[in-house]
């Protein structure tokens, strides 16, 4: 693959047995565990910087508080295998209780913030946690003893709260009381909570081996090295802010640059300015955002060359502004899921320009399967249901065997994801399978209108989403999220789809407005909100 360096990361690849049956390619230069990672990159980069939140963290200060917290750990009585929940916004805590549960062989599980009450009920009792740090200002939300029977220690960051020991308490062992246990690479280092769109949420089992994989996968197609600095703007509680950023950083002995507070646009870019960022994976709302404030040119982001993005196409106008103001910046798609811990494929480097409709190419010790609804595989370029194997995708889902059973193939996760590879091997990835559209039999993958539509100057964002019709089965919908003072109309919309595309992909009704489309705890758009909102405009026009 061309964006493949070589020499890298890594070492050259070869093939091996996990998980019981599973053959795959593996990297053959890699550390046993993510602890082993972590103890050589102190070894070697002591006194580099590794984390920058309030302040700046060494390799050697963040390994004294990694063995601090691993040996308050051991001494509570937390063992190998057992569950460690977080519910923290980004800090440095969040990373030092990441790696000292990867140093005792305790299994961290991130719960994201914006989760409630009921929700995080529902992921302690389903992990089993029997400890939990969490932000003061999130007190109210976490469940009682009754509530979370589990739970046996509760510790508070950044305030207090009653029932709960500060998180101080915490650095006050000795960091060479910290045991030294034996761990397997198989061996399950992360329980990370996939969405939830239909039922409960499922907690995927991100191993040592994955997150290794998946962590030197970004670090070696960058050709990251320790003097890049990797923004996180997305939660750590997100496999591309924990794995993504954070742990590929980590692995090339980089410097991992926490955005703790909620995302606005110029702290984002004054923190991106400040901390000369090197590199990050965002949304392409974030680059959109960026590239159109009104004081972008004042922030010195010169140092910024790799602008990683997934989950949705990236609107031709900010392509196209941003080769302009920042000539330096390759903006690089990729594509996976939680259950992929992070990337099956990356943009190569040589083909970043000429490709922006494509996810990239499959990381080379990936396989990706195109399928039809038989479950026979499609011709280079037609479309199907995406099925992945390689080392970086999990094993199983936490106490789910129904789902284990249904999702897991031969060794293949099924995505749901329907996409298509060329003949050059470019991914492109259209719609999840349950939300492809047929409007009289023509099937519609929103994924193509969404693109389609981010291209008209002055678009943040949109979402096609699929509504009844007794005549065509389905009809066509767009909400389209515009920039404040953006003279977008619904007209404007339809003219631009039209001249673009064929006719029956063209939204039938179109809602323009500047609040952000609703996402879950994960980042993933709700279309089930947006279908309510389609569903109050279309009652209110038939009142009318």
């Not at 060479?176 to 969405?195: F, G, K, N, Q, W």
């Not at 400040?274 to 680059?287: F, G, K, M, N, Q």
């Not at 029956?504 to 309510?532: F, M």
Request: aromatic share 8%; proline share 6%; glycine share 8%.
């Amino acid at each position: 693959m061309t964006f493949w360096a070589e020499p890298g990361i890594g070492g050259p690849l070869r093939r091996e047995t996990h998980y019981g049956d599973r053959t795959m390619l593996c990297f053959a230069e890699r550390p046993p565990t993510l602890a082993a990672m972590f103890d050589d990159l102190v070894a070697r980069f002591g006194d580099r910087p590794a984390i920058v939140d309030d302040g700046t963290l060494s390799y050697s200060e963040l390994d004294a508080l990694v063995g601090k917290i691993a040996a308050a750990l051991t001494g509570l009585g937390i063992a190998p295998g057992d569950r460690v929940a977080l519910f923290l916004g980004n800090c440095w805590e969040f990373l030092a209780v990441t790696l000292a549960c990867n140093r005792i062989g305790a299994l961290l599980v991130p719960i994201g913030t914006r989760q409630r009450k009921a929700e995080l009920e529902f992921l302690l009792g389903n992990s089993g946690a029997k400890l939990l740090v969490f932000e003061a200002e999130l007190a109210d939300q976490i469940p009682s003893a009754a509530e979370a029977p589990e739970l046996t220690h509760r510790f508070v960051a950044h305030g207090d709260a009653i029932g709960a020991r500060p998180f101080d308490d915490l650095l006050a062992a000795n960091d060479a009381d910290a045991p030294r246990v034996e761990i397997h690479e198989d061996d399950t280092a992360v329980i990370l909570y996939t969405s939830g769109t239909t039922g409960k949420p499922k907690g995927a089992e991100l191993t040592h081996l994955s997150i290794l994989h998946s962590a030197y996968a970004f670090a070696r197609a960058h050709e990251l090295t320790e003097h890049d600095r990797g923004l996180v703007a997305v939660p750590l509680s997100h496999v591309t802010g924990l794995v993504g950023v954070s742990y590929a950083t980590l692995a090339a002995g980089g410097c991992v640059v926490l955005m703790r507070q909620a995302f606005k646009t110029a702290d984002f870019l004054a923190l991106a300015s400040r901390e000369t960022i090197t590199w990050s994976i965002l949304v392409p709302a974030i680059y959109t955002l960026a590239v159109m404030h009104p004081e972008f040119d004042r922030y010195d982001l010169s140092a910024w060359r790799i602008g990683c993005f997934g989950g949705a196409p990236m609107p031709v106008p900010t392509i196209e502004m941003l080769s302009k103001r920042l000539p330096q910046l390759q903006l690089r798609n990729a594509y996976g899921a939680t259950e992929t811990t992070s990337p099956t494929t990356i943009m190569p480097q040589a083909h970043w320009r000429d490709h922006m409709d494509s996810v990239g190419q499959v990381i080379p010790y990936a396989q990706v399967r195109v399928l039809d609804a038989d479950d026979n595989e499609v011709a280079p370029g037609e479309p199907g249901e995406l099925l992945i194997a390689g080392p970086m995708v999990v094993p199983r889902y936490w106490r789910r065997p129904d789902a284990n059973a249904k999702e897991f193939v031969d060794g293949y996760w099924r995505s749901g994801d329907i996409g298509s590879i060329d003949k050059d091997g470019f991914v492109r990835v259209f719609d999840r399978k349950k939300d492809m559209i047929n409007r009289g039999g023509f099937k519609i993958f929103s994924a193509e209108v969404e693109n389609v539509i981010c291209g008209l100057d002055g678009v943040l964002e949109t979402a096609i989403i699929g509504t009844p019709d007794p005549v065509l089965g389905e009809r066509v919908n767009a909400i389209v999220v515009t920039a404040e003072g953006a003279s977008v109309s619904e007209r404007d919309v339809a003219a631009y789809c039209a001249a673009r595309m064929s006719d029956y992909k063209v939204p039938e009704s179109i809602i323009i407005r500047t609040d952000p489309l609703p996402r879950n705890a994960n980042g993933k758009i709700q279309k089930t909100v947006l279908r309510e909102t389609i569903a109050e405009r279309a009652a209110r026009h038939s009142a009318a």
